[in-house]
């Protein structure tokens, strides 16, 4: 788990990149990188208010370690105050 201070969602990352999808962190915030497709599915989820997973990684490897989760939260009391 990593706490950030803003995210940012990139969809510009082509399928021939060999990548699901890439994260990484820049400054105190966290970038995104994300295909087209993906990026559509991320603003609808979005606008329904549903959560949404990404999984990062490589396309070939079965081995994948990384998710971003974009969770909905009812309760504010559990999220970072900053």
């Known amino acids: 788990v990593t706490g950030v201070s803003f ?3 990139n969809g510009a ?3 021939s990149s060999g990548f699901l999808a ?3 962190i820049v400054e ?3 970038m995104v990188q994300i295909t087209p497709e993906t990026m559509e599915s991320l603003r609808q989820a979005l606008r329904d208010k549903k ?3 990404i999984t990062c990684g490589k396309t070939d490897t079965g081995d994948i370690k990384e998710y971003v989760d974009v969770c909905w939260v009812e ?3 559990k999220t970072d105050k900053r």
Do not use: M
């Open 28 to 30: 105190d915030g966290l």
């Open 75 to 77: 309760n504010e009391e």
């Open 13 to 15: 990352l082509k399928a």
């Open 22 to 24: 890439k994260s990484s």
């Open 7 to 9: 995210v940012v969602f």
């Open 51 to 53: 959560d949404f997973k």
